[in-house]
């Protein structure tokens, strides 16, 4: 056991990073993440860190100079939200294609605008096809044991891609919560000899230029250029394997065990399922148990992994299920549902798994999914699974 | 590097010159008239990619980096460029 603390989420952000010694964090703050880095300058002006920190003008930046501290060999961090994320959002397109493995927290936020500052899953949900891993944590103490795994998933020869590891703005960033903060030599153990970057290392000894221009309709450029992409999505597929081989090696190492991909919550013999995704699952979980004491068999997926999205594990969690309930904090315009009910769907077609599924959408801006409201939802699934089919989502804050 | 072998399907890295040449889609061909020329070397200054070369009493384009945007011609104090459009060969 390492040392018991209490502190927020974005205090566990910051010690999973400090535990993970990057080099170099460029940062520049953002509601809800600004306690985040400040925490880290923190450490570092105490010593407690030995990293390079780079305060820059803006997000663009931040991102921009972790390529070139990651291009010269270095371990990396920094974290973001919302509006910091867009405007971070051109290096962040480059960062997975030059297969840099840079670790970056999202403390979520809803997308602007209706203006908000507060929590919702907008911002991760709208980069999701961008080539970053990501991984959404339920608590405290998995923001805090993630962030080194990601590390070691991002560095992995199989895998360089860079990985967002996300906690919800508010209920996480700002919630305060018992967490056991491993030892450094555990953490040094799990993590290995440093060597972040093999494949595109700057060295005066060999010239190169990192990302020339490359495709095009002649010459060697569209083989080329598929190839690189075809690279980029064999990473992703491997990481699959990674992230549960470094969950495992993490629970030998510290006696926490977080399910990698996702975790089957009373699944067995469950007639009815609850899909969720970061800290709402706290609340589900509650309203499962409550659901399972007045005799319903229903039962709760929860994602981690998000990308590489772990389709083939859903179909299978869900295949025996007459229903399918899928809470998303965010919302999908162009299809008028949550994103994560839309890619559970694409898993269960694939499975050839058929059952109805319905999208339910809360916690936007900050709003509360309480038990109540998960109460409201697994009541729902039940009647869809009895053949009450739903138009369009529920909005679950609707009448709040 | 540590010795480990890169795989070909990573980042784009580049340590040789590329075969990908900028001239390869030129639609315009600088020509220059020798006996316009003064040598002042306005070409070779406003050239945005530094394809201009130098010759005992005039300057003139590479034509494989050329990529025959037309400043060249444009700039030019003595008139002494003119852009010509490239044909099949």
């Given at each position: 056991?390492?040392?018991?603390?209490?502190?927020?989420?974005?205090?566990?952000?910051?010690?999973?990073?400090?535990l993970?010694?990057?080099?170099?964090?460029?940062?520049?703050p953002?509601?809800?993440?600004?306690?985040?880095?400040?925490?880290?300058?923190?450490?570092?002006?105490?010593?407690?860190?030995?990293?390079?920190?780079?305060?820059?003008?803006?997000?663009?930046?931040?991102?921009?100079?972790?390529?070139?501290?990651?291009?010269?060999?270095?371990?990396?961090?920094?974290?973001?939200?919302?509006?910091?994320?867009?405007?971070?959002?051109?290096?962040?397109?480059?960062?997975?294609?030059?297969?840099?493995?840079?670790?970056?927290?999202?403390?979520?936020?809803?997308?602007?605008?209706?203006?908000?500052?507060?929590?919702?899953?907008?911002?991760?949900?709208?980069?999701?096809?961008?080539?970053?891993?990501?991984?959404?944590?339920?608590?405290?103490?998995?923001?805090?044991?993630?962030?080194?795994?990601?590390?070691?998933?991002?560095?992995h020869?199989?895998?360089?891609?860079?990985?967002?590891?996300?906690?919800?703005?508010?209920?996480?960033?700002?919630?305060?919560?018992?967490?056991?903060?491993?030892d450094?030599?555990?953490?040094?153990?799990?993590?290995?000899?440093?060597?972040?970057?093999?494949?595109?290392?700057?060295?005066?000894?060999?010239?190169?230029?990192?990302?020339?221009?490359?495709?095009?309709?002649?010459?060697?450029?569209?083989?080329?250029?598929?190839?690189?992409?075809?690279?980029?999505?064999?990473?992703?597929?491997?990481a699959?394997?990674?992230?549960?081989?470094?969950?495992?090696?993490?629970?030998?190492?510290?006696?926490?065990?977080?399910?990698?991909?996702?975790?089957?919550?009373?699944?067995?013999?469950?007639?009815?399922a609850?899909?969720?995704?970061?800290?709402?699952?706290?609340a589900?979980?509650?309203?499962?148990?409550?659901?399972?004491?007045?005799?319903?068999?229903?039962?709760?997926?929860?994602?981690?992994?998000?990308r590489?999205?772990?389709?083939?594990?859903?179909?299978?969690?869900?295949?025996?299920?007459?229903?399918?309930?899928?809470?998303?904090?965010?919302?999908?315009?162009?299809?008028?549902?949550?994103?994560?009910?839309?890619?559970?769907?694409?898993?269960?077609?694939?499975?050839?798994?058929?059952?109805?599924?319905?999208?339910?959408?809360?916690?936007?801006?900050?709003?509360?999914?309480?038990?109540?409201?998960?109460?409201?939802?697994?009541?729902?699934?039940?009647?869809?699974?009895?053949?009450?089919?739903?138009?369009?989502?529920?909005?679950?804050?609707?009448?709040? | 590097?540590?010795?480990?072998?890169?795989?070909?399907?990573?980042?784009?890295?580049?340590?040789?010159?590329?075969?990908?040449?900028t001239?390869?889609?030129?639609?315009?061909?600088?020509?220059?008239?020798?006996?316009?020329?003064?040598?002042?070397?306005?070409?070779?200054?406003y050239?945005?990619?530094?394809?201009?070369?130098?010759?005992a009493t005039?300057?003139?384009?590479?034509?494989?980096?050329?990529?025959?945007?037309?400043?060249?011609?444009?700039?030019?104090?003595?008139?002494?460029?003119?852009?010509?459009e490239?044909?099949?060969?």
């Amino acid at each position: 056991m390492g040392k018991i603390v209490v502190i927020d989420g974005n205090e566990a952000a910051a010690w999973g990073a400090a535990l993970s010694r990057p080099d170099m964090v460029a940062v520049y703050p953002i509601t809800p993440q600004s306690s985040l880095v400040e925490y880290l300058a923190e450490f570092i002006a105490d010593g407690r860190m030995d990293a390079e920190l780079m305060d820059v003008e803006g997000e663009h930046s931040a991102l921009s100079v972790l390529h070139g501290a990651c291009l010269a060999g270095a371990r990396t961090y920094s974290a973001t939200s919302a509006q910091g994320l867009a405007y971070m959002f051109e290096p962040y397109f480059r960062t997975p294609g030059l297969r840099l493995p840079i670790v970056v927290s999202l403390v979520t936020r809803d997308g602007i605008s209706p203006t908000c500052v507060w929590g919702g899953q907008q911002d991760a949900m709208s980069v999701k096809d961008v080539g970053w891993i990501h991984m959404f944590c339920e608590n405290q103490q998995e923001i805090c044991d993630t962030i080194p795994i990601a590390y070691k998933v991002a560095e992995h020869p199989e895998v360089m891609l860079p990985v967002n590891v996300n906690h919800d703005g508010n209920y996480l960033s700002y919630g305060v919560a018992r967490v056991d903060l491993p030892d450094q030599e555990v953490v040094n153990a799990f993590l290995g000899e440093k060597d972040v970057n093999w494949h595109a290392c700057l060295d005066p000894a060999r010239p190169m230029a990192v990302d020339p221009l490359t495709g095009g309709a002649g010459g060697p450029g569209p083989s080329m250029f598929v190839r690189y992409r075809k690279g980029l999505c064999d990473g992703m597929q491997n990481a699959m394997r990674v992230i549960e081989e470094a969950h495992e090696d993490w629970g030998r190492r510290t006696g926490r065990h977080w399910a990698p991909l996702i975790e089957r919550y009373r699944m067995d013999d469950a007639e009815v399922a609850l899909v969720t995704i970061g800290s709402m699952t706290g609340a589900a979980k509650d309203a499962v148990d409550e659901a399972r004491a007045a005799g319903a068999r229903i039962g709760l997926v929860k994602i981690k992994t998000f990308r590489p999205f772990p389709a083939a594990q859903i179909a299978a969690a869900l295949s025996g299920v007459r229903a399918v309930g899928v809470v998303d904090r965010a919302v999908n315009f162009g299809w008028n549902c949550g994103p994560v009910f839309q890619e559970v769907l694409s898993a269960l077609y694939l499975s050839q798994a058929r059952m109805p599924v319905m999208s339910f959408i809360g916690g936007l801006a900050g709003a509360d999914i309480t038990v109540e409201h998960f109460a409201r939802v697994i009541e729902r699934t039940r009647r869809l699974a009895d053949g009450d089919m739903a138009v369009g989502p529920v909005w679950l804050n609707e009448n709040d | 590097m540590k010795g480990r072998n890169i795989p070909d399907n990573l980042c784009a890295v580049a340590v040789d010159l590329s075969d990908m040449l900028t001239g390869d889609w030129r639609a315009l061909r600088p020509v220059v008239d020798r006996d316009k020329c003064v040598k002042c070397a306005v070409c070779w200054l406003y050239c945005p990619v530094q394809c201009i070369r130098e010759h005992a009493t005039w300057f003139d384009a590479d034509l494989k980096t050329c990529k025959g945007c037309g400043i060249c011609a444009r700039e030019c104090p003595q008139h002494a460029i003119v852009m010509v459009e490239e044909v099949e060969a």
